[in-house]
Nanobody, 125 residues
Framework: QVQLVESGGGLVQAGGSLRLSCAAS????????VGWFRQAPGKEREFVAA????????YYADSVKGRATISRDNAKTTVYLQMNSLRPEDTAVYYC??????????????????WGQGTQVTVSS
């Protein structure tokens, strides 16, 4: 069992930066891949970024590639999402999710069993 808690969201102007954190509890966290997803009002939840259990492999949606960096510190059982050059279209609730991802499919929400409660990111123009 893994519990996830996101933090770091807030209101930022376009062009600004935020670092989101996903703090996990559970002894097996270091063996889980972690993904970040976001959901804007009236839209489906969409993939943002993911990182393998080792941290050696990272994946990004085209919409954030070059602006986002995902990283993890297994000693602190925390995964980070650094977002730079934020745009109004980045406004959404951001969720982290964890799973062993035995099928290796990182971008589909249904592949993840454990989810946090979300943190709001609002980018003003």
């Amino acid at each position: 069992q893994v519990q996830l808690v996101e933090s770091g969201g807030g209101l930022v102007q376009a062009g600004g930066s935020l670092r989101l954190s996903c703090a996990a509890s559970g002894r097996t966290f270091s063996s889980y891949a972690v993904g970040w997803f976001r959901q804007a009002p009236g839209k489906e939840r969409e993939f943002v970024a993911a990182i393998s259990w080792s941290g050696l492999n990272t994946y990004y949606a085209d919409s954030v590639k070059g602006r986002a960096t995902i990283s993890r510190d297994n000693a602190k059982t925390t995964v980070y999402l650094q977002m730079n050059s934020l745009r109004p279209e980045d406004t959404a609730v951001y969720y982290c999710a964890a799973d062993p991802l035995t099928r290796g499919i990182v971008e589909v929400p249904n592949e993840y069993n454990y989810w946090g409660q979300g943190t709001q990111v609002t980018v003003s123009s």
